[in-house]
T-cell receptor, first 111, second 113 residues
Framework: GDSVTQMEGPVTLSEEAFLTINCTYTATGYPSLFWYVQYPGEGLQLLLKATKADDKGSNKGFEATYRKETTSFHLEKGSVQVSDSAVYFCALDNYGQNFVFGPGTRLSVLP | SAVISQKPSRDICQRGTSLTIQCQVDSQVTMMFWYRQQPGQSLTLIATANQGSEATYESGFVIDKFPISRPNLTFSTLTVSNMSPEDSSIYLC??????????FGPGTRLLVL
């Protein structure tokens, strides 16, 4: 079946550091890919998405590029802030048949 | 996008009791989803709720334990029945809009003593 793998957390960075959270997937066909963020005590919020190969999703300084050749959708940000501390979930949707989440990566940004 | 509210936002319950969680969406949607997020874990789909028909449950989840209602296109409830401490989780409802994007409610944090 379809699956999503993320780098293990927690990830701890200093403010203004560069962030990469790796995400790879296994799926048949051409799924849509998503990053969701869950701030402490809150539900999930859509951060960005990409629906086809080579698409780049971006939002709030975060970016991720749909790489079909490596089945990856790595999340990056050039300069993290304390307010970015949250859990980040990579997910895929395969033609609306099933929505699969990765295990989540906890990010802590220290001032 | 979709704006989703859930009630209650959190609760502390005694073992053996039941809790009903409400989910309200600001627009009509065909399918609503209920997820469980156990402490420190990812999301697990409990069931898909369609208006006018019985909910479809995922493996490991049964209607007697998690009965779901879907009386109209903007509202759904999930009941956690005969609770035990293992049911302590965050319960989230979600909807699909814009083709394939899922939007989530803020979640209901349940602690069972």
């Amino acid at each position: 079946g379809d699956s999503v793998t993320q780098m293990e957390g927690p990830v701890t960075l200093s403010e203004e550091a560069f962030l990469t959270i790796n995400c790879t997937y296994t799926a048949t066909g051409y799924p849509s890919l998503f990053w969701y963020v869950q701030y402490p005590g809150e539900g999930l919020q859509l951060l960005l998405k990409a629906t086809k190969a080579d698409d780049k999703g971006s939002n709030k300084g975060f970016e991720a590029t749909y790489r079909k050749e490596t089945t990856s959708f790595h999340l990056e940000k050039g300069s993290v802030q304390v307010s970015d501390s949250a859990v980040y979930f990579c997910a895929l949707d395969n033609y609306g048949q099933n929505f699969v989440f990765g295990p989540g990566t906890r990010l802590s940004v220290l001032p | 996008s979709a704006v989703i509210s859930q009630k209650p936002s959190r609760d502390i319950c005694q073992r053996g009791t039941s809790l009903t969680i409400q989910c309200q969406v600001d627009s009509q949607v065909t399918m609503m989803f209920w997820y469980r997020q156990q402490p420190g874990q990812s999301l697990t789909l409990i069931a898909t709720a369609n208006q006018g028909s019985e909910a479809t449950y995922e493996s490991g989840f049964v209607i007697d334990k998690f009965p779901i209602s879907r009386p109209n296109l903007t509202f759904s409830t999930l009941t956690v029945s005969n609770m035990s401490p293992e049911d302590s989780s965050i319960y989230l409802c979600s909807v699909v809009k814009g083709g394939e994007t899922q939007y989530f409610g803020p979640g209901t944090r349940l602690l069972v003593l």
